[in-house]
């Protein structure tokens, strides 16, 4: 059975930080790329950031060069390190997993505010 689970998730005042762990069990881990992505109410889901089996990053604009997506294979473990948090960062950060098919986490809720 696949799982992925999110954490690292809460509130955080504007211009803080914040690191989300996704933890990926019964999938080979090294051999999927992984992404973050969030969600807003009445918005589509949206990527934040990807990362590809060789480490080959990909960031949306709203996001490059605050944040950063890295992976640990021993550890089976993406990333997202987000710094300079703002109040539009606010929103359930999902984690999938793709290969031969997608998986998904069931979201972590990130809220910057003061």
């Known amino acids: 059975q696949v799982q992925l689970v999110e954490s690292g998730g809460g509130l955080v005042q504007p211009g803080g930080s914040l690191r989300l762990s996704c933890a990926a069990s019964g999938i080979i881990f090294n051999i999927h790329a992984m992404g973050w992505y969030r969600q807003t109410p009445g918005k589509q889901r949206e990527l934040v950031a990807t990362?590809?089996?060789?480490?080959?990053?990909n960031y949306a604009d709203s996001v490059k060069g605050r944040f950063t997506i890295s992976r640990d294979n021993a550890e089976n473990t993406v990333y997202l390190q987000m710094n300079s948090l703002k109040s539009e960062d606010t929103a359930v950060y999902y984690c999938k997993a793709s290969w031969l098919n997608n998986y998904w986490g069931q979201g972590t809720q990130v809220t910057v505010s003061s």
């Open positions: 990362i590809t089996s060789g480490g080959t990053t």
